[in-house]
């Protein structure tokens, strides 16, 4: 594909729903990165999937939050019971080598959660 | 945790001068990258520098590494209201993921 892509772009959810965020890596892209932006914050790691090996989840802050990747193409990332601090932009990132080199990121979705 | 601290938080400059932002880090690396970011939105990729390298220019940006400080510079040299946005260094460290700092938002006037 021409980039990454995310879908929703915005997103407003009432404290205590559950969101899925979906990220469209560059086709061929073996790699694939959840992050998180707080207002005006650097990105906070959340998981990583490379190819079929067991992700790397050591980022996710808590249990409410999962992420699969289908076919090792799109990621789905999923946060249940969603609360107040959960509201930031999440950004997704592919990259077609193996860890450590450039990262092509989609627009993100921004996340509200009143 | 954060690896890279940006230094200064954020910068305003007229246009046709240099911006140059500061980055230090913690621990050894494999390479250092910087990102740039307009609005919130998704990250840019500028330069990537290894370990084993000292400085590289792409266009208008130098990029400088020095491993014993622990720090990287980016120098744009210049600068354009274009380039108004906020710029991320992000190391890797021989494990999965980058490491971001916390961004210089840079403001560059007309």
């Known amino acids: 594909g021409a980039g990454v892509s995310q879908s929703p772009s915005n997103k407003v959810t009432e404290k205590g729903k559950d969101v899925e965020l979906r990220c469209d890596p560059i086709?061929?892209?073996?790699?694939l990165y959840w992050y998180r932006q707080s207002l005006g914050q650097g990105l906070e790691f959340l998981i990583y999937?490379?190819?079929?090996?067991?992700?790397?989840k050591s980022g996710l802050p808590s249990d409410r939050f999962s992420a699969e990747r289908t076919g090792g193409s799109v990621s789905t990332l999923t946060i249940q019971r969603t609360q107040q601090e959960d509201s930031a932009v999440y950004l997704c990132?592919?990259?077609?080598?193996?860890?450590?080199?450039?990262?092509?990121f989609g627009p993100g979705t921004r996340l509200l959660v009143l | 945790s954060q690896q890279g601290e940006e230094d200064p938080q954020a910068l305003s400059i007229q246009e046709g001068e240099n911006a140059t932002m500061n980055c230090s880090y913690k621990?050894?690396?494999?390479?250092l990258q910087w990102y740039r970011q307009n609005s919130g939105r998704g990250l840019v990729h500028l330069i990537l520098?290894?370990?084993?390298?000292r400085e590289k220019h792409s266009g208008r940006l130098r990029v400088t590494l020095d491993t014993s400080k622990k720090s990287s510079s980016l120098l744009i040299t210049a600068s354009r209201a274009a380039d108004t946005a906020s710029y991320f260094c992000?190391?890797?460290?021989?494990?999965?993921?980058?490491?971001f700092g916390g961004g210089t938002r840079l403001m560059v006037k007309p």
């Open positions: 990132a592919s990259e077609s080598r193996v860890a450590g080199e450039t990262q092509y």
């Open positions: 086709s061929g892209h073996t790699a």
């Open positions: 999937f490379q190819g079929n090996s067991a992700p790397d």
């Open positions: 621990t050894s690396i494999n390479n």
């Open positions: 520098i290894r370990s084993n390298e």
């Open positions: 992000a190391t890797n460290n021989a494990g999965n993921m980058l490491t």
